[in-house]
């Protein structure tokens, strides 16, 4: 069973930047991929980033390409989502999520493909 706590969420206004930390209670945490999602009221879940059991290989949504970075300490069991530039189009509530399943140390953008999720956290950005 793996425990995923978000952390980092809250009010900036345009333009400013937030990060958003998620740790794992598992020690396995460096064997499998990590995903940040989001859900704006009203709608659906959408893939924000994604990164590989070892940090090496990324992958991000369009809509935050250039402004959102994605890493892991996995000495800490924690993956990080740096934001900056935020827009008012990027309120939601985000979540962490890992795959454990065999095999998914590979990065995915469908959530479908993660096992385990965080409780999420809100990130209100202001005009």
């Known amino acids: 069973q793996v425990q995923l706590v978000e952390s980092g969420g809250g009010l900036v206004q345009a333009g400013g930047s937030l990060r958003l930390s998620c740790a794992a209670s598992e020690r396995t945490f460096s064997s499998y991929a990590m995903g940040w999602f989001r859900q704006a009221p009203g709608k659906e879940r959408e893939f924000v980033a994604t990164?590989?059991?070892?940090?090496?290989?990324?992958y991000y949504a369009d809509s935050v390409k250039g402004r959102f970075t994605i890493s892991r300490d996995n000495a800490k069991n924690t993956v990080y989502l740096q934001m900056n530039s935020l827009k008012p189009e990027d309120t939601a509530v985000y979540y962490c999520?890992?795959?454990?399943?065999?095999?998914?140390?590979?990065?995915?953008?469908?959530?479908?493909?993660?096992?385990?999720w965080g409780q999420g956290t809100q990130v209100t950005v202001s005009s």
């Open positions: 990164i590989s059991w070892s940090g090496g290989s990324t």
């Open positions: 999520a890992a795959r454990t399943y065999p095999g998914g140390g590979t990065y995915s953008i469908r959530a479908s493909a993660y096992n385990y």
